[in-house]
């Protein structure tokens, strides 16, 4: 594994560094929400867009800069360290955008990618249900064909970002008759379209992450199916193999927690006993060797990634390490901040560690439950046994 930047890598995160500091100001702080400051976050990527900073590793034919993942990754990390957020439109970056690129049409890729890009247009992936979460291809929205296109009906729930979003990918059932990965498709729905309705979940951030959406009969035309009538599953696959890494990212970030929490113990150790000093610093000290093992597995991922590799389980050991990690660090915050430690907060800007360890929840089932990473890490990278369903049968999953 190697830690160092390579001369060339160097100089490109020296001059992403330098942009990053000349246009500071045309960039809104990560620490406010993007729920209270859309249009900031929105013109936030359009800027970085037009600086090089968005798009880096996309083909130049889907507005992209033709770049190495790893130039991306450089990109991030030094938006990271600035306090700049990455991309309001992060899921139709990281996991609709590259599903139109493998699996959209030519007419598709013209009209939505650029846009994409730049936030113009903000993105949602609409794929589970009440009942069809880790199961996804449980989903029961359908799809009715009509002359002209389809008619969409049904509700998905979870949804991030729903309620500021133009467009979003929908998996749907166009075929009941067939078994249920095979009569699936992917739509791409007008998320202003008569017809859809979304109601924001407010969580216990105090803040709607994420949303449910109800389809009454909305209609998308023949153009709006994003690959082929029931070639939905593959669609799916691909938007799903883009979403561990774009939830887990590339694990270089996770000590940012610890790093704050050395602040906080230095400032409040004094205000306990000599035994809770002792707890709080082993409980510390775990935090600690977590993210640091969350940062190595960033490393190999990033090392993997220079070498010509492409990302492999990294992703999902990361985003089950990770939230873990935000879950335990923000407890030990509160534990150090005392009885105000969970009075109101209107976000991460004003009591960061009540916010981390009310938004920890959501973040353990982003991308898929512990659960979930467990199944894919045990059964596709160590080779166990599949799981068996209560019926006998081998369980499938997301």
């Not at 791409?188 to 109601?199: L, S, Y």
Request: glycine fraction near 12%; include cysteine; charge should be negative.
């Amino acid at each position: 594994m190697d830690l160092d930047d390579t001369p060339e890598e160097a100089s490109y995160r020296a001059q992403v560094r330098s942009i990053i500091k000349e246009h500071a100001a045309e960039f809104v702080d990560a620490a406010v929400s993007p729920s209270t400051h859309t249009l900031e976050y929105q013109a936030t990527q359009r800027a970085l867009y037009d600086l090089g900073l968005v798009g880096v590793s996309w083909p130049t034919e889907a507005g992209g800069r033709a770049g190495s993942r790893l130039e991306q990754i450089i990109v991030d990390q030094e938006l990271e360290r600035a306090g700049i957020p990455r991309h309001i439109n992060w899921i139709g970056i990281g996991m609709c955008g590259p599903a139109l690129i493998v699996h959209g049409s030519p007419a598709q890729k013209e009209r939505y990618l650029r846009p994409l890009l730049r936030a113009d247009e903000l993105w949602c992936q609409l794929f589970s249900e009440p009942a069809a979460g880790s199961d996804l291809a449980g989903v029961t929205t359908r799809a009715e064909k009509v002359e002209g296109g389809w008619l969409i009906s049904g509700q998905k729930v979870w949804t991030t970002g729903a309620q500021w979003c133009d467009f979003g990918l929908l998996l749907a059932r166009t075929d009941a008759s067939l078994p249920k990965h095979k009569g699936l498709s992917m739509f791409i729905v007008d998320m202003h379209a008569d017809g859809v309705e979304v109601r924001p979940l407010r969580d216990m951030t105090g803040i709607a992450h994420f949303n449910e959406v109800f389809f009454d009969d909305v209609h998308v035309p023949d153009t709006g199916i994003v690959g082929a009538v029931g070639d939905g599953w593959a669609v799916a696959l691909t938007m799903l193999m883009n979403e561990r890494f774009t939830v887990a990212g590339d694990g270089t970030t996770y000590g940012a927690g610890p790093d704050a929490l050395v602040r906080q113990l230095a400032s409040k150790i004094t205000d306990f006993s000599e035994t809770q000093q002792s707890l709080l610093r082993d409980e510390f000290a775990a935090c600690w060797i977590e993210a640091l093992a969350c940062r190595m597995t960033g490393n190999r991922l990033v090392t993997s990634i220079a070498q010509g590799g492409r990302p492999g389980p990294e992703g999902s050991v990361a985003k089950l390490s990770a939230a873990k990690l935000l879950r335990r660090s923000a407890n030990l915050g509160l534990a150090l901040e005392g009885d105000t430690s969970m009075f109101e907060t209107d976000g991460v800007a004003t009591r960061p560690w009540a916010y981390a360890a009310t938004v920890a929840p959501g973040i353990a089932l982003a991308g898929g439950t512990a659960e979930i990473m467990k199944n894919i890490l045990g059964e596709r990278v160590l080779g166990l046994p599949t799981e068996a369903s209560p019926a006998g049968g081998p369980k499938s999953g997301r």
